[in-house]
């Protein structure tokens, strides 16, 4: 019996095998390359998310949403400017409104609501103030 031809096939598919195993190994190396890559990163994150948490409380909050209203932003601009407590007939002046009782009241319920926001302080009953940024 002739074995020959068996040992070449054999032979054909050893080498066949080394290269699939040699092509793994690569794909191996990459792939535990790539893991290395990303569990450094995770380790980043999570670096930075101690780094950020611990840091939270010197972060200044976020100032609430004003009320959909023009007279908001020009209200907040009036105590940007003022030295001292500003009463609603001063803010309703400030603003260029008519000084009638229904303009002075509107004016009042937006300061209150500012201060409801916590956006103003009531010095004492009906002068108001800006609440200092942190």
């Known amino acids: 019996m002739n074995l020959q031809?068996?040992?070449?096939?054999?032979?054909i598919q050893k080498e066949a095998?080394?290269?699939l195993a040699d092509?793994?190994?690569?794909?191996?190396t990459e792939l535990q390359d790539s893991l290395r890559e990303?569990?450094?990163?995770?380790?980043?994150?999570e670096?930075?998310?101690?780094?950020i948490a611990g840091l939270a409380h010197r972060l200044p909050?976020?100032?609430?949403?004003?009320p959909e209203h023009p007279d908001y932003p020009q209200i907040l601009a009036v105590f940007n400017e003022a030295t001292g407590p500003l009463r609603a007939r001063d803010v309703c002046e400030a603003l260029g409104h008519?000084?009638?009782p229904k303009n002075i009241e509107?004016?009042?319920?937006?300061?209150?609501?500012?201060?409801?926001?916590?956006?103003?302080?009531?010095?004492?009953t009906g002068n108001f103030t800006r609440k200092p940024r942190p």
């Open 5 to 11: 031809p068996l040992l070449d096939v054999l032979g």
């Open 17 to 19: 095998a080394r290269a």
């Open 23 to 28: 092509d793994l190994r690569g794909q191996i």
């Open 38 to 45: 990303a569990e450094t990163h995770l380790e980043h994150l």
């Open 47 to 51: 670096i930075t998310r101690k780094t």
């Open 61 to 66: 909050a976020a100032p609430p949403d004003l």
């Open 98 to 100: 008519e000084l009638l």
């Open 106 to 124: 509107g004016t009042r319920a937006k300061l209150k609501r500012l201060v409801r926001l916590d956006i103003l302080a009531e010095a004492d």
